[in-house]
Every structure is written in structure tokens, then in C-alpha cells.
């Protein structure tokens, strides 16, 4: 026992410059852990009990020098989370942080170009490991013990804990030939998001992956509904951190519920979806129909240093059926200086936000959801929209961001105003059940309450999925 611990007192002092975490990794079960001299790029970890001493060599080393590894998030690999795991036996890949299990996997790619890993695994909140399985000893663990993040993960994407290893598999797919759809819906409102999302399948022969942005509270219930009713969605599940715009929306009018956080999610999701930090992508509200193949939509035009593809307020849809059309006067305060220095125009054309194509990697280049959440944030100390008859939410902020910096849709991919029934009067029941390629239920009337217009319900209730709890 002497000689054991003599020579473990050597190894720390040995290396003790390069075990910089002995002082702020807790002493979880570890009675003690020493650096070996192999160019400071690992540690023994010692864990003993009354019946066993086990070592394991983890990257635990940091050199107070290390950097963040940045790489381009640029792989069409998809990763899924199998869980929190201790005692995995997968290689270790760098010994610095990375940003990301995206990040990860291209680093693993790199050092192993031969063969692409079926599994990823993140610990101490960035360190990357690979391998093609875990190790006879590897046991999962409660997902309390892997509550690190990494510096650039998408919200909801844990990168393990400490001596705790967040494991991911590698799924096959490149889905550089696929659409990738954004839907952001509440618990409330999950019944149209998957009639939503049978439109679409319903209608396209193209491969379509979901990105779907829910609470916390929708997680397990969507995931459920979708297993039972349409299996052959190829989705991800991505929890909106409610954090991110909590203390930053101030609704001015009567409408409430536009201030749940969920409606600002569209805001965060190059963020929240790192692939599509350098794709197109479809936005779409969950209260939507589409009747067409959005294969369409999808290949809309997009302008020079233009960001996004929307539907204009002041179509010919909206012309000829007297729709209201709005225009930026209607959402923004000109009255506020800060909206005046814009220099725009009251009478300017607005576009409806809940629908549109948008090239993520200018948004990207561009910083859009900086620019969006400053004007969120200072609509609550000063009024910046949101007083006017169009009210305000998450719209206004895309109005000023998106200013002569968007194209148009064809205004058949975006019949809007059908939960308005000062408006749905106007509108003919053949446009909407036959002509039209895309169905918006804007107002308060959502297709699957009591209230809405009964000449359009059919059309929703065409793809509606009837589940207990929804």
C-alpha cells in the first residue's frame, strides 16, 4: 500500500500542471486521479470500493493553453442520442473542447478517414470520443449525470458530465437530397402540427426530414403520436429553451398568446438545427395545410442578398378577394425613433412570417437572430411595435429584419386569413379546396375548434390525426 501510494504521489506531482481539472472536477466515487507523463494528453482515473480498483484512461488532461477546436459543421451524418453511459471504452479523439457532436463526428472523421464511427460519445462538457461500440463494462446511467453542454450544441443536446459520456449513434443518411421542414408548435397545439405534417407527406414523393421545435412538455407526446399515427415521418425532436427569450417580449394588444415562446423559436433555427446553418429550408406555423408538392415551394426563387422567400400581404389573392392587407404601418411605431432612423416606408407591403424559404447560410453570414432579438428585446423599454391594428408577437421583428431583403411565393402557396372571419367570407370554396397549394388558418379560429369557418374545416380534416390526448 505504501509503495502504491508513493507512486501514485509522483504521478501527480509529476504531472500536476497539465491535471488542471483536479481542482474543479468533483470527487464523485473517485478517491484520486493522476496524470501520466505521455505528452499531458491523458489521465488514469482510480476508482476504488471495498471489492474492486478499477483504472481507465480519459482525456482529463488540459494544458491551461488548450483551445477550442472549431471546425465547419459541414456533415450530412445524422446523430440520435442513446443515452448517458459510464464506463464506455471508446477512443479518444482531441484534447480539447469541441463545439458540438457534429463537431465531433468530423473530428473522428479526420483521425479515422477509413471508416466512419458508428457511435460518438461527449464528456466534460466537449471532449469527443469514437468508436464502433461501447465496451463490454459500459452501463447506462440516469440522463441527470450528463448535464454539460457544449459551448455550441443545440439547446437540448447534452455533451456528457463528469466521468459520465453522452453517446450517440451515427445514423446513415445524406440528406442533401432531402426537404428539410421547420414546424414550431406548444402542448396546445400539437393537433395541428401533425395534420400538418400528413399534408405534407400526403402530397410530395420527396424524401422530407422534420425539424420539429416543442416544449418540454410536448416531447414525449409527440414523439408517441407520430410512432403510432405517421410512422413514415423521418423527424427530430428539438426542445426549445424557453430561457432564450425569457424577459424579451412585451405584447402591446389583446392577443396574448402570441407572446408563448414558441412563436419565436423560427428566430433560433440555424441554431437549433446546425445543418441547416449552410441549407435551404422551409419555415412553417403549425395552424398550416399544404394541398401541393413541396418540392415547389421549396425551389421558390430567392433574389440576390435576398434571405427569404414569403407571401406578400397585398397579393393578387388578397386583391381580388379583399383580404386586409397589410402594410408596415399597421405593426410598426413610427412614432419611435429608432423605427424612423430605418428609414422604411409606412405604406411598405408587409409579408406573413408564418410561412417562408429561407437561405440559412446567408442568415447565417448575416447574423440574423442577433439582429431579431435586439428589436425584441427593446419593444419591452420602448414601443417599438405591437400598439398597432395588426397587433405584434414574433412578425414585427421579421418586418424590419427582413426589410427589402425578401422575394416572393406564389401567393397559391400561402391562402392566409382563414381564422379570420371578417375575412373568410370573401374567399370562394374552390380556391381554397382545389386551387390552393397551401392552407393558413391566420386569426383566431384554428380549424380544429368549434369556431372556425365550416366550408374550409374539410380540408384539415382530410389529414387531421385523431389521437387520445390531443
Given at each position: 500500500?505504501?509503495v502504491?501510494?508513493?507512486?501514485?504521489?509522483w504521478?501527480?506531482?509529476?504531472?500536476?500542471?497539465?491535471?488542471?481539472?483536479?481542482?474543479?472536477?468533483?470527487f464523485?466515487?473517485?478517491?484520486f486521479?493522476?496524470?501520466?507523463?505521455?505528452?499531458?494528453?491523458?489521465?488514469?482515473?482510480?476508482?476504488?470500493?471495498a471489492?474492486?480498483l478499477?483504472f481507465?484512461?480519459?482525456?482529463l488532461?488540459?494544458?491551461?493553453?488548450?483551445?477550442?477546436l472549431?471546425?465547419?459543421?459541414?456533415?450530412k451524418?445524422r446523430?440520435e442520442?442513446?443515452?448517458c453511459?459510464?464506463d464506455?471504452?471508446l477512443?479518444?479523439?482531441?484534447?480539447?473542447?469541441?463545439?458540438?457532436?457534429?463537431?465531433?463526428?468530423?473530428?473522428?472523421r479526420?483521425?479515422?478517414?477509413?471508416?466512419l464511427?458508428l457511435?460518438?460519445?461527449?464528456?466534460?462538457g466537449?471532449h469527443?470520443?469514437?468508436g464502433?461500440?461501447?465496451?463490454?463494462?459500459?452501463?447506462?446511467?440516469?440522463?441527470a449525470?450528463?448535464?454539460l453542454a457544449?459551448?455550441?450544441?443545440?439547446?437540448?443536446?447534452?455533451?456528457?458530465?463528469?466521468?459520465?459520456?453522452s453517446?450517440?449513434s451515427?445514423?446513415?443518411?445524406?440528406?442533401?437530397?432531402?426537404?428539410?421542414?421547420v414546424?414550431?408548435?406548444?402542448?396546445?397545439?400539437?393537433?395541428?402540427?401533425?395534420a400538418?405534417m400528413?399534408?405534407?407527406?400526403?402530397?410530395?414523393?420527396?424524401?422530407?426530414?422534420?425539424?420539429?421545435?416543442v416544449?418540454?412538455?410536448?416531447q414525449?407526446?409527440?414523439?408517441?403520436?407520430i410512432?403510432?399515427?405517421?410512422?413514415?415521418?423521418?423527424?427530430?425532436?428539438?426542445v426549445?429553451?424557453?430561457a432564450?427569450?425569457?424577459g424579451?417580449?412585451?405584447?402591446?394588444?389583446?392577443?396574448?398568446s402570441?407572446?408563448?415562446?414558441?412563436?419565436?423559436?423560427?428566430?433560433?433555427?440555424?441554431?437549433?438545427v446546425?445543418?441547416?446553418?449552410?441549407?435551404?429550408?422551409?419555415?412553417?406555423?403549425?395552424?398550416?395545410?399544404?394541398?401541393?408538392?413541396?418540392?415547389?415551394?421549396?425551389?421558390?426563387y430567392?433574389?440576390p442578398?435576398?434571405?427569404?422567400?414569403?407571401?406578400?400581404?397585398?397579393?393578387?389573392?388578397?386583391?381580388?378577394?379583399h383580404l386586409?392587407?397589410?402594410?408596415?404601418?399597421?405593426?410598426?411605431?413610427?412614432?419611435?425613433?429608432?423605427?424612423?432612423e430605418?428609414?422604411?416606408?409606412?405604406?411598405?407591403?408587409?409579408?406573413?412570417?408564418?410561412?417562408?424559404?429561407?437561405?440559412?447560410?446567408?442568415?447565417q453570414q448575416q447574423e440574423?437572430t442577433s439582429q431579431?432579438?435586439?428589436?425584441?428585446?427593446?419593444?419591452?423599454?420602448?414601443v417599438?411595435?405591437?400598439?398597432?391594428?395588426?397587433?405584434g408577437?414574433?412578425q414585427?421583428?421579421?418586418?424590419?429584419?427582413?426589410?427589402?431583403k425578401?422575394s416572393?411565393?406564389?401567393?397559391?402557396?400561402?391562402?392566409?386569413?382563414?381564422?379570420?372571419?371578417?375575412?373568410t367570407t370573401?374567399?370562394?370554396?374552390e380556391?381554397?379546396?382545389?386551387?390552393?397549394?397551401?392552407?393558413?388558418?391566420?386569426?383566431?379560429?384554428?380549424?380544429?375548434?368549434?369556431e372556425?369557418?365550416?366550408?374550409?374545416?374539410?380540408?384539415y380534416q382530410?389529414?387531421a390525426?385523431?389521437?387520445?390526448?390531443?
Amino acid at each position: 500500500a505504501a509503495v502504491a501510494a508513493a507512486a501514485v504521489w509522483w504521478f501527480f506531482v509529476r504531472c500536476r500542471r497539465c491535471c488542471s481539472l483536479l481542482t474543479s472536477t468533483p470527487f464523485v466515487q473517485v478517491v484520486f486521479f493522476c496524470c501520466v507523463c505521455c505528452g499531458r494528453t491523458a489521465c488514469v482515473r482510480v476508482s476504488c470500493s471495498a471489492f474492486s480498483l478499477r483504472f481507465s484512461v480519459e482525456p482529463l488532461c488540459l494544458s491551461r493553453s488548450a483551445t477550442v477546436l472549431v471546425l465547419p459543421d459541414s456533415t450530412k451524418e445524422r446523430l440520435e442520442l442513446l443515452g448517458c453511459f459510464a464506463d464506455i471504452t471508446l477512443a479518444p479523439q482531441t484534447f480539447s473542447a469541441v463545439p458540438s457532436p457534429h463537431h465531433c463526428l468530423q473530428q473522428c472523421r479526420h483521425t479515422n478517414p477509413q471508416g466512419l464511427p458508428l457511435l460518438v460519445g461527449l464528456a466534460y462538457g466537449g471532449h469527443c470520443f469514437c468508436g464502433r461500440q461501447l465496451g463490454g463494462i459500459a452501463r447506462p446511467v440516469a440522463a441527470a449525470h450528463c448535464n454539460l453542454a457544449c459551448a455550441g450544441a443545440p439547446h437540448g443536446q447534452p455533451c456528457g458530465g463528469y466521468f459520465h459520456t453522452s453517446v450517440y449513434s451515427v445514423r446513415d443518411g445524406d440528406t442533401s437530397s432531402d426537404i428539410p421542414i421547420v414546424i414550431a408548435s406548444d402542448r396546445s397545439r400539437l393537433r395541428g402540427l401533425l395534420a400538418s405534417m400528413n399534408s405534407i407527406l400526403h402530397n410530395t414523393a420527396a424524401a422530407v426530414t422534420f425539424y420539429l421545435l416543442v416544449d418540454v412538455a410536448s416531447q414525449a407526446v409527440l414523439a408517441a403520436a407520430i410512432a403510432a399515427r405517421l410512422p413514415q415521418a423521418v423527424f427530430e425532436i428539438v426542445v426549445f429553451d424557453e430561457a432564450l427569450v425569457q424577459g424579451k417580449i412585451k405584447i402591446y394588444g389583446s392577443r396574448k398568446s402570441l407572446a408563448s415562446p414558441l412563436n419565436y423559436a423560427r428566430y433560433f433555427i440555424p441554431t437549433l438545427v446546425p445543418r441547416l446553418q449552410a441549407e435551404r429550408f422551409l419555415y412553417l406555423d403549425d395552424d398550416v395545410i399544404v394541398q401541393g408538392d413541396v418540392q415547389e415551394l421549396l425551389s421558390t426563387y430567392i433574389a440576390p442578398h435576398h434571405i427569404i422567400a414569403a407571401s406578400s400581404d397585398c397579393n393578387w389573392i388578397a386583391e381580388k378577394y379583399h383580404l386586409f392587407q397589410n402594410h408596415y404601418k399597421h405593426f410598426l411605431n413610427f412614432d419611435n425613433s429608432h423605427v424612423r432612423e430605418l428609414d422604411l416606408s409606412p405604406e411598405l407591403c408587409s409579408f406573413n412570417a408564418g410561412v417562408y424559404v429561407a437561405d440559412g447560410s446567408a442568415w447565417q453570414q448575416q447574423e440574423i437572430t442577433s439582429q431579431l432579438l435586439y428589436w425584441l428585446e427593446l419593444n419591452t423599454r420602448e414601443v417599438v411595435y405591437g400598439n398597432g391594428p395588426a397587433g405584434g408577437g414574433s412578425q414585427p421583428p421579421m418586418l424590419i429584419v427582413f426589410a427589402k431583403k425578401w422575394s416572393e411565393i406564389d401567393a397559391l402557396w400561402h391562402v392566409r386569413s382563414l381564422g379570420s372571419p371578417l375575412w373568410t367570407t370573401h374567399l370562394p370554396v374552390e380556391l381554397v379546396l382545389e386551387q390552393a397549394k397551401l392552407l393558413h388558418w391566420t386569426g383566431r379560429h384554428k380549424p380544429w375548434n368549434a369556431e372556425a369557418d365550416a366550408r374550409f374545416v374539410p380540408a384539415y380534416q382530410r389529414y387531421a390525426v385523431t389521437l387520445d390526448g390531443l
